[in-house]
């Protein structure tokens, strides 16, 4: 189905998996070699390289990159999981970057209606814009997370969608089918006043690196209610990953960047990953392979502990505690769900529990910290948001 969209990978790089021992990812890798494309029922993940890069700061991935970025992930162990992987091989770069983004729109749109889950690796931001797309036929609404140190919102030249204005053309897509966007990890010095006034107005979710640095776990609500998880490396300091598009002497550290897509995956709700913004040509020590390579061993890790467990009619009163919480000076009320399998928390807003449904946006992921602050009275404002949904 797809086959014309990928260069294969060539026989040596066959010959390399056939060497890794059973328990290494690589062994359990369908590869497009040959003219024997991945079958699409057969694997539970597609990997996908792409190096489109026109929409940003014009870095061209070599081949060679991509190589070793296969090499280094397909290397690592297994953990407790057996999936199913399908390595589609190379995107061909379109003729021009709508080309690629129709591309990429096609192949998403149909591997998530099948249960395929697409990974993406390379490529700049705005290949987001396009995986975004690929949700408009089958989403009402669409929650979308970005670890990024920038809000990508506004530039110097609107009308062209590129690396640092997608989020701008997302926004402003007719019809829209945005429900949510969270940046997580902004530095302000590199953000407009502009920008965070307009995800105010909009009552997006963004969390600063440094309120994320004082409690990691306090992303994972935010994850556990996303659709897509977009990843720029260039968010990472350049010490733990020098070979991004834009290295900067601050930014997440390696530990954080993997905990992420572990809370990722882990999350019911995502069904795509991207991971953007690689540059090797200033990779020390193959360190940024290495930290990719793991970034994703941790969301199939992540993946593994999926619990299903989101509350609705048919489960909320058998696998879920309820605590009602008043709304002070007001009639409303805010009702927190724990549950009983996992210990995880839900939030509401005078919503009667028999019609929950998954999809209703008036029900959010939360924490157990989120709980006791709107015990004692200071409501976080992500949940105070709700009375207003």
């Not at 929650?143 to 701008?168: A, E, Q, R």
Request: charged residues 20%; aromatic residues 12%.
């Amino acid at each position: 189905m797809f086959a014309n969209y990928f260069s294969p990978l060539d026989e040596d790089f066959k010959s390399f998996l056939d060497n890794l021992s059973k328990n290494q990812i690589g062994r359990n890798v369908i590869c497009n070699v040959n003219q024997s494309f991945p079958d699409i029922d057969s694997i539970d993940f597609a990997i996908i390289f792409a190096p489109e890069y026109r929409g940003g700061s014009l870095v061209k991935t070599q081949e060679a990159d991509l190589i070793n970025i296969r090499k280094e992930l397909y290397s690592l162990y297994r953990g407790d999981w057996n999936y199913r992987i399908g390595d589609f091989g190379n995107l061909i770069i379109g003729n021009n970057v709508k080309d690629s983004y129709f591309a990429i729109n096609d192949i998403f749109s149909n591997l998530i209606s099948q249960s395929v889950f697409p990974i993406l690796i390379g490529g700049s931001n705005d290949l987001v814009y396009a995986i975004y797309r690929s949700y408009e036929s089958f989403l009402k609404g669409v929650n979308l997370l970005c670890v990024d140190s920038k809000f990508d919102l506004l530039d110097s030249n609107p009308k062209t969608i590129s690396s640092n204005n997608y989020i701008g053309h997302i926004i402003k897509q007719e019809p829209n089918h945005l429900s949510n966007y969270i940046n997580l990890a902004y530095q302000s010095y590199f953000c407009q006043n502009d920008e965070s006034r307009l995800l105010d107005k909009m009552n997006f979710d963004y969390l600063r690196l440094g309120d994320l640095r004082q409690n990691l776990t306090s992303v994972e609500p935010y994850l556990r209610s996303s659709d897509i998880v977009s990843f720029d490396l260039s968010s990472i300091k350049q010490s733990d990953a020098p070979g991004t598009t834009s290295p900067s002497p601050n930014g997440l550290e390696a530990h954080h960047s993997c905990a992420i897509t572990r809370y990722a995956g882990m999350s019911d709700r995502v069904s795509s990953l991207g991971i953007f913004e690689i540059d090797l040509k200033n990779d020390v020590s193959k360190q940024t392979i290495k930290l990719v390579s793991q970034i994703i061993w941790y969301f199939f890790e992540g993946f593994s502990l999926r619990n299903n467990d989101f509350p609705n009619s048919k489960n909320i009163d058998k696998n879920f505690q309820k605590f009602i919480i008043p709304v002070p000076d007001s009639n409303n009320e805010f009702v927190f769900y724990k549950s009983l399998s996992s210990s995880r928390w839900w939030v509401s807003c005078n919503l009667e529990h028999k019609s929950i449904e998954v999809q209703d946006i008036k029900i959010i992921p939360c924490s157990y910290e989120d709980y006791l602050d709107t015990i004692s009275g200071d409501i976080p404002k992500r949940i105070f948001k709700i009375l207003s949904s």
